[in-house]
C-alpha cells in the first residue's frame, strides 16, 4: 500500500500549484484522506481533507479561501489546488489515508491516518 505526492515545486507568492496524491496498491474510494505540511522547524499541521462517502471537506483556517481539496475516484487520485500562495505556504506537503469505516473526528489530526506518502516539496518565493 503506498501513497505517492507529486505536482511539488518553485512558486512566486501569488501562483498557484496542483498537488497530486495517488495510491498504489490499494482504491482511495473508500478512505477518508488529508492533506498535512511542515515547513523547516516547525510541527506537521494539518491542511485539508475529503471524506470518503459524502466527500466532505475540511480545511484549516489558514487556507480556507485559497486551497481546494477534491477527489477522483476513476484516477485514485485526490488533488489540492492552492492558490493565492504565500511564503508561509513553504513545506513539505504529505497526503494521508484511513479508511473510511474506521471514521474520524478531527480530519485534520495526523494521529487519524493510516497510510502516508513521502511527500512533495513547496517553496513560495517572494
Known amino acids: 500500500l503506498q501513497l505517492v505526492e507529486s505536482g511539488g515545486g518553485l512558486v512566486q507568492t501569488g501562483g498557484s500549484l496542483r498537488l497530486s496524491c495517488t495510491a498504489s496498491?490499494?482504491?482511495?474510494?473508500?478512505?477518508?484522506i488529508g492533506w498535512f505540511r511542515q515547513a523547516p522547524g516547525k510541527e506537521r499541521e494539518g491542511v485539508s481533507s475529503i471524506s470518503s462517502n459524502e466527500g466532505s471537506t475540511y480545511s484549516a483556517d489558514s487556507v480556507l479561501g485559497r486551497f481546494t481539496i477534491t477527489r477522483d475516484n476513476a484516477r485514485n487520485t485526490v488533488y489540492l489546488q492552492m492558490n493565492s500562495l504565500t511564503p508561509e505556504d513553504t513545506a513539505m506537503y504529505y497526503c494521508?489515508?484511513?479508511?473510511?469505516?474506521?471514521?474520524?473526528?478531527?480530519?485534520?489530526?495526523?494521529?487519524?491516518?493510516?497510510?502516508w506518502g513521502q511527500g512533495t516539496q513547496v517553496t513560495v518565493s517572494s
Open positions: 494521508a489515508a484511513v479508511p473510511e469505516r474506521l471514521g474520524y473526528r478531527d480530519p485534520l489530526a495526523e494521529y487519524e491516518y493510516d497510510f
Open positions: 496498491g490499494f482504491t482511495l474510494d473508500s478512505y477518508n
